[in-house]
């Protein structure tokens, strides 16, 4: 695709489901970036893989927070055992490699924990 | 850690006022972006900014990067209502790690 598909859009789930969240980067972009934007809020770092590999995860809450990337392309973001607090926008974006390259985002996927 | 503080967090100006919004880091910045994210939107790439003491201009809106890179500023003159939205700036400290400031939400009164 022409930029970078995030799926759901929305999810409502129960507290104490898992649940899965996709992103679809731009092809050829090896960075891959997730973020977490609560209602009017700034966005707040999760974790970036560069290729398959996160070299930094620091941004994830707790261990309920999981992600992974497979062939350079996919990433997926899990979280176990929803709470209320996890509602929020999760925005992926990627970018081709250097740092001065600029980030496309997605659309984002809402999830709502009820 | 390695964070970047925006200023003001909110800004509500008459349509006409300029408008500036400051990013600072604590630490030396690699290179600076910035992002226009509008009601209901996500984040869009304005323009990036490198080396120090930069300035860059995009029709009403002037951009710099500080002396020490540390800091940097978005200024709009003569505010229209199509500028309403969330600015943030986002900078990489020497990785790809790519850390986005508070941002600063601006609204404009006709």
């Known amino acids: 695709g022409a930029g970078v598909s995030q799926s759901p859009s929305n999810k409502v789930t129960e507290k104490g489901k898992d649940v899965e969240l996709r992103c679809d980067p731009i092809s050829g972009h090896t960075a891959l970036y997730w973020y977490r934007q609560s209602l009017g809020q700034g966005l707040e770092f999760l974790i970036y893989f560069q290729g398959n590999s996160a070299p930094d995860k620091s941004g994830l809450p707790s261990d309920r927070f999981s992600a992974e990337r497979t062939g350079g392309s996919v990433s997926t973001l899990t979280i176990q055992r929803t709470q209320q607090e996890d509602s929020a926008v999760y925005l992926c974006?990627?970018?081709?490699?250097?740092?001065?390259?600029?980030?496309?985002f997605g659309q984002g996927t809402r999830l709502t924990v009820v | 850690g390695q964070q970047v503080m925006q200023i003001p967090q909110y800004q509500h100006v008459q349509e006409g006022e300029d408008f500036t919004t400051y990013c600072n880091s604590s630490t030396t910045l690699s290179n600076i972006q910035w992002y226009k994210q509008r009601p209901g939107g996500h984040p869009v790439f304005l323009i990036q900014l490198v080396k120090s003491g930069e300035v860059k201009k995009q029709k009403r809106l002037t951009f710099q990067f500080g002396e020490a890179k540390k800091n940097s500023s978005l200024h709009i003159t003569a505010t229209q209502t199509t500028d309403v939205g969330t600015y943030f700036c986002?900078?990489?400290?020497?990785?790809?790690?790519?850390?986005f400031g508070t941002g600063t939400r601006l609204t404009i009164i006709p």
């Open positions: 986002a900078g990489n400290f020497g990785n790809e790690k790519l850390t």
């Open positions: 974006a990627s970018r081709r490699t250097g740092l001065t390259t600029e980030a496309f």
